[in-house]
Nanobody, 119 residues
């Protein structure tokens, strides 16, 4: 079973940057689709960024142009570089993995890491 551990969250001033990391277990990490989601109090969980097994990226509308997702398959790690942070980016950020076989899709979530952006 895939296990995910996020790190890199913290408190940052508006306009600053943070880099989140998600370390994954798994023998076939390079085949996983990976994503970052976030959830603020009273809000639904929303997509931040996604990267498939070939490295193709997609982003939520609110972070396009500011955030970049990347992966290092040799390290079983996915990253989220967050620049030009805004107070509305404050949320718990969760790493997500899609794995499994051709007939079964497994969805795994990390525990989450808090990102707080002050004005």
């Amino acid at each position: 079973q895939v296990q995910l551990v996020e790190s890199g969250g913290g408190l940052v001033q508006a306009g600053g940057s943070l880099r989140l990391s998600c370390a994954a277990s798994g023998r076939t990490f390079s085949s996983y689709a990976m994503g970052w989601y976030r959830q603020a109090p009273g809000r639904q969980r929303e997509l931040v960024a996604h990267i498939d097994s070939r490295g193709s990226e997609s982003y939520g509308d609110l972070v396009k142009g500011r955030f970049t997702i990347s992966r290092d398959n040799a390290k079983n790690t996915v990253y989220l570089q967050m620049n030009s942070l805004k107070p509305e980016d404050t949320a718990v950020y969760y790493c997500n993995a899609l794995s499994g076989t051709e007939t079964t899709v497994d969805v795994t979530w990390g525990q989450g890491t808090q990102v707080t952006v002050s004005s």
